[in-house]
């Protein structure tokens, strides 16, 4: 059955395209695709987030249950910082990327992708360890994320406690008498935050943000500008770049591993890919022409096919095709083929990300 965020009766009133998404009937966009992800790189844009998921863990052993977890270290966290994380297979392989949240010594937040949240949660109920409570919040927890140059501008108008407020760090403060966590987080590559609020509390808090965010131009976006956005920034998303099949060190993002911990699920795995070396790794590509990659496109050298394309897009801010792709490991070109449609296109390998901020 078909889900619904608290604002999808906002969405329809400002004449959104809908598509399904992690089981979620979505804005796709507004005033189109591009205006919108141009309007997040010069002013600032909200997106509706609603349905990404939240599980909580705490009790006297969480630190040590997340640390065995999740692969980067936990510890490091202070209360009222986060960082970037994953849920590993046994294989080293991604079940998701997330988010995770140090909100006391002994409770913390996992930020999942909304596809995932069911899959997740039981994969934290297996895996359960010591003396922890582990408890899905997804359905009563609203969330929005504005970002663009222009973001602090706006939230500032709103929220005068975000002035002091760090990458990626997270407060709270009150908001119509709920709570309110707002994290300087995001997924854009822009300055901005993110804001888990009660669902009941969500709509109220958009429309603020948006009177507030007038004067500077911002307007709502969908999901279809997130992913340009995103891809721009060659930030991997799951089901594209991240399975259960590929590792961290294969996506460019080992700087998450910290091998140094005793252990957490998928470190014997890691130890055997780091010993036997990469078989493919992630690149990006940026098309010669005017030609626009897609997923599961062939990426072509020497007309032996090396790799396959997990993104690709328009890219609003180089006027350009572009393309993250798996490429064997063992070859090293500089130009390579993209085959769509049966026909070879060139575009040149470079290092993510495609837009530097």
């Known amino acids: 059955m078909m889900k619904y965020t608290p604002l999808y009766e906002e969405h329809k ?26 309007t997040v790189r010069n002013n600032a844009g909200i ?13 006297q ?47 913390f937040m996992l930020c999942v992708n909304a596809s995932n949240i069911e899959k997740d949660y039981d994969w934290c109920l297996t895996n359960k360890k010591g003396s922890i409570r582990i408890t899905d919040r997804s359905p009563d927890i609203g969330m929005l994320s504005v970002q663009g140059p222009f973001a602090k501008e706006v939230m500032r108008k709103i929220f005068l406690s975000i002035e002091g407020l760090k990458r990626p760090n997270f407060s709270y403060t009150d908001f119509e008498r709920k709570h309110l966590m707002i994290s300087r987080t995001g997924y854009t590559g822009e300055d901005g935050f993110e804001c888990f609020i009660d669902k009941d509390t969500v709509v109220e808090l958009w429309n603020s943000i948006m009177e507030a965010g007038r004067p500077y131009g911002i307007k709502p976006i969908g999901l ?65 022409g005017r030609s626009i990659p897609r997923h599961k496109n062939y990426v072509v050298f ?56």
């Open 224 to 288: 279809g500008a997130r992913d340009t956005l995103r891809a721009e920034m060659g930030y991997p998303l799951y089901g594209m770049e991240l399975n259960e099949d590929t590792t961290p060190y294969e996506a460019n993002l080992g700087w998450v591993i910290k091998m140094d911990k005793q252990q957490f699920i998928g470190k014997s795995a890691l130890m055997k890919v780091i010993e036997t070396g990469l078989t493919k790794k992630l690149e990006g590509i940026v098309m010669n």
């Open 61 to 107: 052993d969480a630190l040590e249950y997340c640390e065995y977890l999740t692969p980067n270290k936990v510890s490091n966290l202070l209360p009222g910082q986060s960082q970037y994380t994953f849920l590993l297979n046994e294989r080293a392989g991604v079940i998701d990327d997330l988010i995770i949240y140090r909100i006391s010594e002994n409770e």
């Open 47 to 59: 997106f509706d987030v609603s349905h990404m998921g939240e599980i909580f863990i705490a009790g």
């Open 302 to 357: 020497k007309d032996k096919i090396i790799g396959e394309v997990t993104t690709g897009t328009y890219s609003p801010s180089l006027s350009k095709g572009i393309a993250m792709a798996y490429i064997d490991n063992n070859v090293s070109p500089s130009e390579v083929g993209v085959d769509i449609r049966g026909i070879l296109h060139t575009g040149s390998l470079i290092q993510l990300p495609f837009v530097k901020k």
């Open 13 to 38: 009133a400002l004449g959104a395209k809908f598509m399904e998404f992690g089981g979620f009937d979505m804005p796709l966009q507004y005033t189109g695709i591009i205006d919108e992800h141009l």
